[in-house]
């Protein structure tokens, strides 16, 4: 067991002993605005100190407070102001030497009824400057993206927009949209999602993990990525947590609509759109009619495996449409927003899969290529969401809000390809082994949530507030088909087809259903204590969440047989079974793949704040998590591993301090340990088909642990402008990375997720500024991030191939780029009433998969973007917008670090075009341009 904590104690025994024994030696006035109803701390209030001719003025913190030091002794005036509150009266007295004071301002709502008419000021929470001051009053290291921001960048959901955040990368789908985001070379595994400080179930049908492109971006009023974890948030994030804060209820009549529409420039006569009949059957005959029917060719649409060419480029669109108020004298407040997509994107994909078994000629641990695939990806992907939160105030202690959110996706996926067997190896100089292969999927998800929160104010220093959150997301894919056939041809010396011989014709119809459902609770208790002439705020509190998950596999083969060959007319083709029983459910082997999955979460936390010194806040406590996992299986009786039950705890402390320098600046520093828990995939025995390789699971994963430490200085000079500088540690124990094992014979491997017995360590800084000269800004940031881990490895290196060392190797870990970073030009004028906005995203070469074999690990190049956006106003209230993706054309590429020129000649003719001599390229995906332009309107 590790022992992490020791530095944590003694700093707390040093702070609350210094917090009985520390005096000050100098003024200060200590002020605190809060609303004269609700008694609720007003931040972001700006508060005016003058003696004499000279005044300062600052804005008060989260708490509503703001800290005067070394003011001068004498006579001193203090006013402040907020917006939708009437000003202050002036409050006057005279500071003695030596002494601290107190004050106590109470603002009255500015809004006044008279004849009717109502006189309201208004605050904006979707602005960058709103942004700069939550980032400034945050209690701990987060960086926030503004839906003033996220409006004009030039992505379309949240996935995307995430790559433009201080240390945040992407990975990407086969159509280059972004679908998880890796936190400070931490990948997806570490890092959880949350919308308005709630976990969601993931519809995911192995992970924990939510897919963020399945967010539209334009229904946030802001995105926070929070990088240190507090007592009172959830302990399973290392990497960082992703809240998506959703728009609220306003305090005014707000409509807002958009209306776009698009195109890809991927698609045109030479590379068309393939799209297929999006009807298939939604449930397999085996749900249908039980796992003991005998299924024939007649129970499946074969409809579905016929692709049809678009020769002109699709036309994709989005729409959206926010509406709000407050009613009953401003008690009730109500807003609706929705959001619809419809996006056409794809790639053009190349790569070489190596056999599970390297060669030791001409050079140690040689690749040796069994498959080339040449794939193209055709996507449809149509987004639906819908969110709505009400919110009543019961009277100046007791507020209730709801909140529901549904989120939908379709993703209709068409693959078509060819996978040259062998590499020619086995083949005559006139003849290959070419396998052709169609295979269509549409993937549906859904996630909805909805939230009842309470806040009730029992006294003037006691305050409690909670959540009932019910949260279920399911993904379905009904019957993915895939055709293939053996295009192999012999050719004369001419090239002439003489004969084409064993077409090995296959068929494959494949369900899958995934459901995640979660009943949680959550409860805080905050009272406040004077202690040694401090005000200190006392937390406890804790959640329990109930999750239940069911998964289900089901895949029927088919064959036409090795001597039937294919004309074009695919319903000629006489389909059969592979084998007597491979139509029959209950003697299907998927069913080794369905689980269902009970867990039971509890935490229970103690968190306190103070400030030790005038300048600086103290943050810290600790929290326990339980967890209490069980999964049943469908495996035969003789698979000792078809069910289990998996239990653990872990007491996580934190500690955060904020010392503040000025007004305007803070040096930040933390320690807090942290979670991570195993997919629920990932612990059940199964084996599933994946893209290039099977996947398998793992019983005996191992939960993850971490220590994390971070140091931050903060400045903000005003308006959006920041600079941000930090470096941050992470020590983690019992890694999981997925590696590449064989599975049989030498071409037969798969990836599995397994601990790695070594502890692995991630640290860097992070460096961020922007700055507005006028009507241009520019805004850049950028991460360093080494990690290393040390893996056992297997090298062959003797001439006939028996020997085999195992060495050990230092690698980063899996999906870390050492070098990350954003740069973009900005152009805002209010005169001309346009927004521009050219932005630049580079992720360094990082490790994408790791193989058991010395010096065979695949990694990723490294991937810049160029992006441009746009938004100039017509009339008052209407404005014409334009996004424009990858203008560049840049492209995924995956490498093996082995100089493609040693590689076996008879291997060299199916190498795609090389970039350099010192590695072997094994993976393109191109994905071209993508444009979007449209209307926007505002009331």
Known sequence: MRQPYLFYKLLLFLFVGLLFTTS??????????????????????????????????????????????????????????????????????????????????????????????????????????????????????????????IQLLPDVTVANALQRVSGVTIQRSSSGEGRYAIIRGMDQRYNTTLVNGIKISSPDNQYRFVPMDIFPSEMLERLEVIKALTPAMEGDAIGGAMNLVMKSAPDRFILSANISGGLSTLFSNSRPFFHFNPSPNQNSPAAINGNSYAATYADF????????KDLSSPFSSTAGLTIGDRFLKGKLGVIVSASYQNIYRGSDSK???????????????????????????????????????????IDRNNKLSLYNLYIHQNEFESRTGSD?????????????????????????????????????????????????????????????????????????????????????????????????????GYGNLIFNQNIAGRDVEFSIGGLYRHKNRKADYITYSLSAGKSTLFNGNFNALP???????????????????????????????????????????VLGGVRIENTNMSYTTESPLTVTERSGTVKYTDVLPSLHLKYTLADNQNLRASYFASISRPGFGELVPYKIDGEYYNQVGNPHLK?????????????????????????????????????????????????QPQNNASTAKNFGFEALATKFFGEIGFSLNYTYTHSRITTDKILY????????????????????????????????????????????????????????????????????????????????????????????????????????????????????????DGQTMVQSDYYKTMFLGGFRYKF
């Open 24 to 149: 000050l030696n100098a003024q200060s006035l200590d002020v605190k605005v809060k609303d004269s109803k609700s008694g609720e701390p007003l931040a972001g209030a700006t508060i005016r100190l003058a003696q004499g001719k000279s005044f300062r003025s600052v804005s008060t913190n989260l708490q509503g407070r703001f800290l005067f030091e070394n003011v001068r002794a004498g006579a001193y005036k203090i006013s402040v102001d907020f917006v939708g509150y009437r000003p202050s009266v002036p409050v006057e007295g005279t500071l003695n030497l030596n002494q601290t004071k107190i004050v106590n301002i109470n603002l009255q709502d500015a809004s006044i009824e008279m004849n009717e008419t109502n006189i309201v000021g208004h605050a904006s929470k979707e602005t960058d400057h709103s942004a700069r001051g939550l980032e400034k009053n945050a209690p701990m290291i987060q960086n926030i993206l503004s839906a003033n921001t």
């Open 301 to 308: 649409n074969n409809k579905v495996l016929t692709s049809q």
């Open 351 to 393: 790569q070489l899969t190596p056999n599970a078994q390297p060669n030791p000629d001409p050079l140690p641990n040689s690749p040796q290529f069994s498959d080339a695939y040449d794939r193209t990806y055709s996507t449809q992907t149509q987004r639906l969401g819908i969110h709505n939160k009400i919110d009543y105030v």
């Open 420 to 520: 040259t067997l062998g590499l020619g190896l086995n083949s005559t100089a006139f003849s290959k082994q070419i396998t052709m292969s169609t295979r269509n999927t549409l993937i549906k998800q859904d996630i909805y949530n909805a939230t009842l929160h309470g806040d009730h104010k029992l006294s003037d220093k006691l305050r409690f507030n909670w959540d009932g959150a019910y949260s279920i997301a399911s993904r379905h894919m009904p019957d993915r088909t895939e055709f293939s056939y053996d295009a192999n041809q012999a050719l004369n010396a001419n090239h002439e087809v003489i004969s084409e011989v064993d077409n090995n014709t296959k068929l494959t119809h494949h369900w899958e259903n995934n459901t995640d459902k979660d009943i949680a």
């Open 575 to 617: 389909f059969a079974f592979n084998v007597a029983t491979d139509g029959i459910g209950s003697n299907n082997q998927d069913l080794q793949n369905n689980y269902q999955v009970t867990e039971d979460d509890n935490a229970e936390y103690l968190q306190f704040r103070f400030n030790l010194i005038p300048k600086l806040q």
């Open 703 to 751: 939960h993850i642990t971490a220590d994390n430490a971070d140091i931050r200085y903060e400045l903000f000079p005003g308006g959006s402008d920041q600079f941000l500088i930090g470096s941050f540690y992470k020590k983690i124990y019992n890694p999981i990375e997925y590696f590449v094992v064989r599975d049989g014979g030498p071409s037969a491997q798969v990836i």
């Open 797 to 916: 290196s003797d001439n006939n191939g028996l020997h085999k060392d195992v060495v050990q190797e230092i690698r980063p870990l899996q999906g870390q780029a050492n070098n990350v970073g954003n740069a973009s030009v900005l152009f805002k004028s209010g005169t001309l009433g346009l927004d521009m906005q050219l932005a630049f995203v580079y992720t360094g070469e990082r490790l994408a998969q790791v193989s058991p074999y010395y010096n065979l690990d695949f990694y990723q190049h490294a991937y810049n973007q160029l992006d441009f956006s746009f938004e100039k106003t017509l009339v008052k209230k209407l404005s014409f917008y334009g996004k424009i993706n990858n203008i560049t054309n840049a492209a995924s590429k995956l490498y093996l670090k082995f100089p493609h020129g040693s590689l076996d000649p008879k291997q060299q003719e199916f190498l795609a075009k090389q970039d350099t």
